[in-house]
């Protein structure tokens, strides 16, 4: 099982990225967290979310779904990882908040339904 | 201050070339919360310097539902008082991030610079080689020079520079509330930008409780009555004009929400593109992002198309001057064609008149409830005095002020319980009133 995501019905406001960040820390910090709103292509509206995995990376651009090997995850989408300054690559693997009862936790903050679990 | 806060308040004094810092004092914060509460504090206390002072509110970038808001407090060059202008999308929370919780910008530089902001450092610099630059150059070339793309980029563009009272503090390549002209007191320092990025750590005194209680207000918030509407289009259709949709719907590409914020209270519009296109678009420039919906209404009133429309945004965007009140001196004037608009852009420099001019909140934001009952009756006077209310505790707090007319469930108390959850600060039952009531004369 793992986080997936409808990126059509995301509208970008990154509850899922705050609350995946208090996981970790017990505070608020965005760089800590293993789910992250893609928002470099600003002016042409292309947003979508990237979520790191123990073995792949989960990343939900508008046109698609897809899920890459960390080992096949080439430079174009390590390069997407970047816009938030700190590697997908770098970061803590999604435990599926798995210490949480009613988690996992970007799965009940999001507004639209964007984020589940499949 | 040690939760919900960098515990630092930046000074930047043009004229000396000076930055200095203050630690973000708990007792100003018990008696002031934050936002407004604390930026006209700070504007008071350096008036004779002409302040722009930047902040965000005690809950902003939390997760409590809507805690988008940053706000600029300066002085309205249309009507002299001290006003307010919300900063949406990203802004707010990047700035909270950057560990400072307000700037105070005052004093004025010799040549052109700008501020950047990051990691608790404020670097004032040479901005000889942006000035002069439309704000999305600028905006590109501040993110490309620093290796950051979500960089957000308060500017002016050229209406700013040249003194306009048109002339708008534009977020990144977009419009913003900042129906004020406050653009004009950024181009009087001389400064042409503050780029800012976030990415510290935000403490909380009562993290499991206040995250329990933000969790419960997110589910609640998705049965709500707003829950389902999306854009400028459903909230214009709220305010009574039905036919917008149709109008704006074929441009329509995405919705795009502010930080934290349950509805989405922005429309991407795709001018040159096909707006079904999920892709990354080829274009460079596929659109403009709507961020003012009563400012896409006056251009509509005009009698301009959807598309016409957009491009007028974009082009006030790129000069950082008002589209609202460009619509209305297009109108005044008999502008109401795009090219006649466009053509009549660089002799808009005197303020048309506008019925707010004696207000401190800006008029971007409708001016009644929307979809949520908050209890009022019809009476217009009541609506405005509740709507001042209602703004101000936004401001204070750092709660979205459009998602604030739409959410009872956000009320003065839950506010001040959340405030007190995420500082350990015992606040007075009192406070609000108090702060409002020196806020609002």
Known sequence: MGIRIDPIKCTGCMACELVCSYHRDDAFAFLSACIVVYRAKEKKDYFGVIVKEEESLVIARPEGLEIKGIGAVDEEAEGEGDSSAKPMLLREACDLCEDVEDGPLCVSVCPHGAVYTE | ?441
């Open chain 2, 1 to 441: 201050m040690e939760y919900l806060s960098s515990d630092k308040i930046g000074i930047i004094d043009f004229t000396t070339s000076e930055v200095s810092e203050e630690p973000l004092d708990e007792e100003l914060v018990r008696e002031n919360i934050g936002g407004i509460g604390i930026t006209t504090i700070l504007h008071e206390k350096y008036k004779e310097d002409d302040p722009v002072v930047l902040g965000t509110g005690l809950l902003t970038g939390t997760l409590v539902p809507g805690s988008a808001l940053g706000v600029i407090t300066a002085r309205s060059p249309i009507s002299g008082k001290v006003v307010h202008t919300p900063l949406t999308m990203y802004t707010g929370i990047e700035l909270k991030y950057s560990g400072f919780d307000y700037l105070v910008i005052k004093g004025k530089a010799q040549n052109p610079v700008y501020l950047w902001i990051h990691d608790g450092i404020a670097d004032v610099e040479d901005a000889g080689e942006l000035w002069g630059k439309d704000t999305w150059t600028c905006t590109d070339q501040i993110r490309k020079l620093m290796g950051d793309d979500v960089i957000q980029v308060l500017g002016i563009g050229g209406a700013g520079e040249a003194g306009s009272e048109l002339a708008q503090i534009t977020c990144n390549y977009w419009g913003s509330a900042d129906r004020w002209g406050l653009g004009k007191i950024f181009g009087e320092k001389k400064l042409k930008l503050v780029a800012v990025r976030g990415m510290g750590l935000i403490e909380i005194a009562e993290p499991e409780e206040f995250v329990s209680q933000a969790r419960s207000m997110i589910a609640e918030f998705r049965s709500a009555p707003f829950s389902g509407r999306q854009g400028v289009g459903d909230l214009l259709a709220e305010l009574g004009h039905e036919d917008f949709n149709s109008w704006m719907g074929p441009l329509v590409h995405r919705h795009k929400s502010c930080f934290n914020t349950p509805i989405p209270t922005n429309t991407f519009l795709f001018l040159d593109e096909e707006p079904q296109l999920m892709k990354e678009s080829e274009k460079d420039e596929p659109g403009v992002l709507v961020t003012d919906p009563l400012a896409l209404l006056a251009l509509k009133n005009l009698g301009l198309s959807a598309k016409d429309a957009g491009e007028a945004l974009k082009a006030c965007a790129k000069q950082g001057i008002d589209p609202y009140r460009v619509a209305l001196l297009a109108q005044e004037n008999g502008k109401t064609t795009l090219q006649d608009l466009l053509g009549f852009l660089p002799e808009m420099k005197a303020s048309p008149e506008v019925s707010y001019v004696q207000e401190i909140f800006s008029p971007w934001c409708p001016r009644r409830p929307l979809w949520g009952d908050f209890g009022i009756g019809s009476d217009e006077s009541e609506i405005s005095q509740w709507w001042n209310r209602r703004q101000a505790v936004a401001y204070i707090f750092g709660i979205h002020p459009i998602f604030a007319l739409m959410s009872p469930q956000l009320s003065e108390d839950k506010l001040l319980e959340l405030a007190a959850l995420g500082t350990d600060i015992e606040f007075d039952s009192n406070t609000i009133d108090k702060i409002v009531g020196r806020l609002i004369d």
